[in-house]
């Protein structure tokens, strides 16, 4: 299979990136092009709503690459050139301004757009969305000592917003219907020390949805109605700045108009080959062909890019780790790998009262996924740990004087790499 001639990159976060990073060490040395919607270098996400939105970081620092990176890895980054049509059956793409650019293979790295609430007045501009360098600026002139924020959505941006919020002394109301978010991914025990962690820092956790948004026209006040069946009791919080985190939708306007198959993300098969053999899928908004979630995390999309450019060069793919993410919030990290809900049964490991602690899922005698706060070295030991797929003894993982290293040394025989998973 000979490579292509040229690549186009639609998108610029950092699943896009990666691709294009990885396409060049391995040995492409075609033209590569790079459309950003936006202007200026691309940069990093997980920091909006931590460093940047503290005043702590400026753009210049979270930056994916320097400037002299898309110069040496002869990346031509198109900034501020939006792409408003794919042509894989004639090989280009079609520029906003409708100019048509040749492309042999195209990579979609679109992402994601913040959902709105979808209840009446969520949409308004009053109601702060942080997705963008833009987003977090806006928002971060918002949070003033004092000033009443109310977060909808207690999910992974919406507890490190809150966080932040209280940090920097505003008055902080966090709504979710969910009694405990994310328990689901993490385990009933490190979602409810984090969740908990919230009121003890001042932050005030009503569990009800939201009914209606309600921002007057001219007033400063945005007053969110909140549902009756729960414990919010059909409250009505008033607050200077409201903020929804509840999630993103995948932007698959491109892939859809092209034709390609689109089922909650663009679906993508081993190596990110969409239904088009010359168009592949990364980051937030593919969704691997069998697999019923998309895993909307950094790691996930650095891994996808890397991927893509196994399957643009026709390479043999290397074996699919566990996922893993982190969050941090309050001073401490939450890190996870696998997810719970695959778990038939979990060890824990250190007191959940003792502020530091890790819950290891199992199924049969496989550890599946592991849960951790400020634990980083029991998160690296039990990723590697997944990947191996080696069996296990819950006595050894939970007994806090054995590390974790120590399983993996007894598993020095068996395969490097999670046999049976399944590739990118």
Same mark, same amino acid.
């Given at each position: ?152 959505? @207690? ?19 966090? +709504? ?31 569990? @009800? ?26 409250? +009505? ?47 937030? +908004? ?120 120590? +399983? ?5 025989? @068996? ?10």
């Amino acid at each position: 299979m000979s490579p292509p001639r040229s690549v186009a990159v639609v998108g610029a976060g950092l699943a896009a990136v990666s691709a294009c990073d990885a396409l060049r060490a391995q040995g492409y040395d075609g033209e590569l092009v790079l459309y950003s919607a936006e202007r200026g270098l691309p940069y990093d996400r997980p920091p909006l709503s931590k460093d940047v939105l503290l005043g702590e970081a400026r753009r210049d620092d979270v930056l994916l690459r320097p400037e002299r990176w898309y110069e040496e890895q002869r990346v031509d980054l198109r900034d501020g050139t939006p792409v408003r049509a794919i042509r894989p059956h004639e090989g280009g793409v079609e520029r906003a301004d409708g100019v048509v650019a040749g492309a042999d293979r195209v990579v979609l790295a679109t992402g994601g757009t913040p959902r709105t609430l979808p209840v009446p007045g969520g949409d308004d501009p009053a109601v702060h969305v942080l997705r963008t360098w833009q987003d977090a600026e806006r928002l971060r002139e918002r949070l003033l000592p004092r000033s009443r924020v109310t977060v909808v959505g @207690a999910g992974l941006i919406g507890a490190e917003t809150a966080a932040v919020a209280v940090a920097l002394g505003c008055r902080v109301t966090l +709504v979710d219907p969910v009694p405990v978010p994310l328990a689901a991914v993490v385990g009933d025990e490190i979602a409810g020390v984090l969740h908990r962690r919230h009121t003890a820092e001042g932050i005030e956790v009503i569990t @009800a949805g939201v009914e209606r948004v309600e921002h007057r026209p001219g007033a400063t006040e945005v007053l969110v109605h909140l549902a009756g069946d729960g414990v919010g009791d059909g409250r +009505v919080v008033a607050a200077d700045t409201v903020v929804a985190g509840i999630g993103i939708r995948p932007v698959t306007g491109l892939a859809e108009a092209a034709g390609l198959r689109v089922d909650n993300g663009v679906v993508v098969h081993p190596g990110q080959r969409t239904s088009h053999p010359n168009v592949f899928a990364v980051g937030d +908004v593919a969704r691997l062909d069998g697999h019923r979630v998309r895993h909307e995390h950094w790691d996930a999309a650095q891994l996808g890019g890397a991927a893509a450019a196994h399957g643009i060069l026709g390479r043999p793919l290397p074996p699919a780790g566990a996922t893993w993410f982190w969050s941090d919030r309050h001073g401490c990290r939450l890190e996870a790998v696998g997810t719970m809900a695959d778990a038939e049964r979990t060890v824990l490991r250190g007191a959940p009262d003792s502020g530091a602690f890790t819950v290891l899922g199992l199924s049969g005698d496989r550890l599946v996924a592991a849960a951790a706060v400020d634990r980083a070295r029991d998160i690296k030991a039990a990723r590697r740990i997944i990947d191996r797929d080696v069996p296990v003894d819950p006595a050894l993982l939970a007994d806090e004087g054995t590390d974790l290293r120590t +399983v993996l040394k007894r598993s020095d025989t @068996a395969p490097d790499a999670a046999r049976g998973r399944t590739h990118r």
